[in-house]
Every structure is written in C-alpha cells, then in structure tokens.
C-alpha cells in the first residue's frame, strides 16, 4: 500500500485523494522548488555530490553560483582545504542561495562548470607533475 506523502497515512492504491488530508494523490509528485531559500532549504539529493566546478574554479564558480563564501579562497594559505570544502558543499550552497527553475535547470548549469573543474584540475596536476621534478632535480643535482 502507497501512502500520502503530505501526511503520511496509508491510502489505497487507486485512491485520488487522501481521505486524511486530501492530498491530490494522483498528481505525479515533484519535490519542492527549495532553492534560493538559504540555510532552512532542504537540498534535493540529486542537487548533492562533488561539485567539480566548485572545486576546480573555486571562487569564480562561486560569484557565478551564488556562493559568495567561496571568496574565502583568495586567501593564499586557506585557498586548497577551501577548494575542497567548496567541492563537498558547493552543490548544496548553490542550491540553497540561488534561486533555479529546477533541478535540471540546476544540473544543466553545473555541468559546463564541471566539465570545466575537472580539465582544470587536471592540468594543475600536470603542472605539478612537470614542475615538482623540474624544479627539485636541478636543484639537487647542482646544490
Ligand atoms: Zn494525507
């Protein structure tokens, strides 16, 4: 047996209406529209998970998302643990102080940033790879 999901009573399964509340049972159920609500907004599961533009274009992603915190980057000695505060959380940020259209609306958003989070991630590791020894292995060699 299905039950109501505004009240939670069990309801028959062909039932239009919840004879508890009268919840229009046969209207397919769309979550809530929560964003842009801040703190007290409950954040869809869908809009939840690593957000790679979050964490690879920290702040910039954050002014275009409506995360502000992530301003908090521009600190130099901070800006790393940050950028990875901001790939946790940053999803749910954006979701909560920005208003969207929808989750796809949300999703659709996020995914250039992504796309463009992770290539940039990935050339900093490059670099890194690249720059470390360059720079170690002279220096060890000729110290
Ligand atoms: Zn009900």
Redesign the pocket.
């Known amino acids: 047996m299905p039950f109501?999901?505004?009240?939670?009573?069990e309801?028959s399964e062909d039932a239009k209406f919840?004879?508890?509340?009268?919840?229009n049972?046969k209207v397919g159920v769309t979550p809530e529209n929560t964003s842009g609500q801040g703190e007290l907004a409950t954040v869809p599961e869908e809009v939840k998970g690593w957000s790679w533009g979050g964490f690879g274009l920290t702040w910039i992603w954050g002014v275009c998302n409506g995360v502000l915190i992530s301003l908090l980057c521009l600190i130099p000695v901070f800006s790393f643990a940050w950028a990875i505060v901001l790939g946790i959380k940053g999803n749910e940020w954006a979701w909560r102080n920005k208003k969207w259209d929808s989750i796809e609306h949300f999703k659709s958003t996020q995914r250039p940033w992504n796309i463009a989070g992770i290539v940039i991630f990935a050339i900093s590791m490059v670099a890194l790879i690249i720059i470390i020894p360059a720079v170690l292995v002279p220096l060890l060699l000729f110290a």
């Open positions: 109501c999901p505004k009240c939670g009573k309801v919840c004879p508890q509340c009268g919840q049972l």
